[in-house]
């Protein structure tokens, strides 16, 4: 074994002993209010809590006691990402706020990661993201509501990223979002929200501030979801967003959306071959 390979396993070795000092700190913490969760130790990696969840919150005068009991996963690059989260009774249906993994859906992932670096613990991440989570399903199954809103599903994205920045339209949302993706930012460019102010005097400082949160790469994936919500809801994107590596993704999407209908669906929905053209036309 070559040198530089020993002091890479040495390393790996110290990062994965120094994470787990991290999570057992972490746990003993959350432990303390949350005595029904354990820790579950693997040697691969992956560690997970499990257990009941007691859950006794309030807001805007309405109580809740009730009790959830949910598998919390710890990321192998956590507390840098975010743990991931489900419900192990099949209590939440999945169509309330789950992704395709069955995993809760906590939120839009930017602001996700934004509440989550307040408190970046697993106490931080049980109380202010999925005790909040918990709480809006039990006044949901109680009134039909989620008392302080939520983003839909649909647009959860877009919609994250204009209230973010206080935006009226899409298309201005779209646009903050490829500057970020696409690490164009300049201060002098006229600002996207439509103030005609340059971008250093208007939403520049936030942009610069938001975009510290996550990795350049996930800001494009946002930025691509945010696409996407946008055509499904039946909007022609604009020649300003297109390009080549864009168009590209765009329809491979169509061609694995299509692929995933079984034909008669397809037919009672009134797609065919042709629908996708709509978006993949050469202007
Ligand atoms: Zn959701
Ligand atoms: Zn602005």
């Known amino acids: 074994m070559s040198k530089s390979r020993n002091l890479s396993n040495r390393m790996a070795t110290v990062l994965r002993t120094e994470k787990r000092s991290i999570v057992r700190k972490h746990f003993e913490e959350l432990h303390q209010f949350y005595r029904e969760l354990v820790l579950d130790e693997t040697d691969t990696g992956l560690w997970t809590i499990r257990g009941e969840l007691k859950l006794s919150a309030s807001y805007n005068e309405e109580y809740i006691q009730d009790s959830f009991h949910v598998e919390i ?114 201060g002098h460019l006229t600002c996207p929200c439509g103030s005609g102010k340059r971008i250093r005097h208007c939403h520049g400082p936030q942009l610069i501030k938001i975009s510290q949160f996550q990795r350049r790469s996930e800001f494009y994936e946002d930025y691509f979801t945010c696409i996407m919500e946008y055509i499904r809801g039946g909007n022609e994107l604009p020649l300003f967003f297109r390009n080549k590596k864009l168009e590209k993704r765009l329809a491979k999407e169509y061609r694995s959306y299509l692929s995933a209908m079984n034909p008669s669906t397809m037919q009672n929905m009134g797609v065919n071959d042709h629908v996708g053209d709509k978006y993949f036309r050469k202007h």
């Open 73 to 186: 996963l710890i990321p192998p690059d956590y507390p840098e990402s975010v743990p991931i989260v489900w419900e192990t009774e099949g209590r939440i249906p999945n169509g309330f706020h789950k992704y395709r993994s069955k995993a809760l859906c906590l939120g839009p992932p930017l602001q996700v990661k934004m509440k989550f670096r307040e408190n970046p613990t697993l106490l931080g991440f049980v109380e202010n993201l999925l005790i909040h989570y918990l709480f809006g399903r039990c006044s949901y199954e109680k009134n039909g509501v989620v008392p302080f809103g939520e983003y839909s599903h649909e647009r959860g994205m877009l919609d994250s990223y204009k209230e973010a920045f206080h935006l009226q339209t899409d298309i201005q949302a779209l646009q903050m979002v490829k500057l970020i993706a696409e690490g164009k930012y300049k």
